[in-house]
């Protein structure tokens, strides 16, 4: 079956016929990073804050999987994937690339950092080299 999206007027469009330029992940995530920024811009704070956390998987040659914290920000995502597929297709010039969505169940452990002293622990404990600079730079981590 071909890939088929919907128009303006509602009836589908026929993508077989359409550019499938060659692009990199690189220019994926620009134009992913873009699209997010401009939602931002228009007060939609939830598609931003879904697209920047996570970077898209590449399931297939064209096709990417969105991990998604929850099913509000699949819902509010739903409603928008159609521009954010128009607008990736336009940047890359590739109308083969397709987005698929899941709430992921595997939550990553996000800590919000409340000051200094914690984002320090929290990186010492990644490298422990950092006590070590901190003492020898006499370095104060109160910010």
Do not use: C
């Amino acid at each position: 079956m071909a890939p088929k999206d919907l128009g303006e007027d509602g009836k589908p469009i026929d993508l077989t016929n359409m550019p499938r330029n060659p692009y990199d992940m690189d220019d994926l995530k620009m134009a992913w990073r873009r699209f997010a920024h401009m939602a931002k811009d228009r007060g939609e704070k939830t598609i931003y804050n879904a697209l920047i956390k996570r970077d898209p998987i590449q399931k297939g040659n064209d096709i990417y999987l969105l991990q998604l914290d929850n099913q509000v920000q699949m819902d509010t995502l739903r409603l928008a994937l159609s521009d954010l597929l128009g607008y990736i297709r336009s940047e890359l010039n590739n109308y083969a690339i397709d987005v698929k969505m899941e709430v992921t169940s595997n939550q990553e452990n996000e800590v919000k950092f409340q000051t200094g002293k914690d984002r320090f622990a929290a990186l010492a404990r990644k490298n422990p080299n950092l006590h070590a600079l901190k003492k020898t730079f006499n370095l104060d981590i109160e910010f």
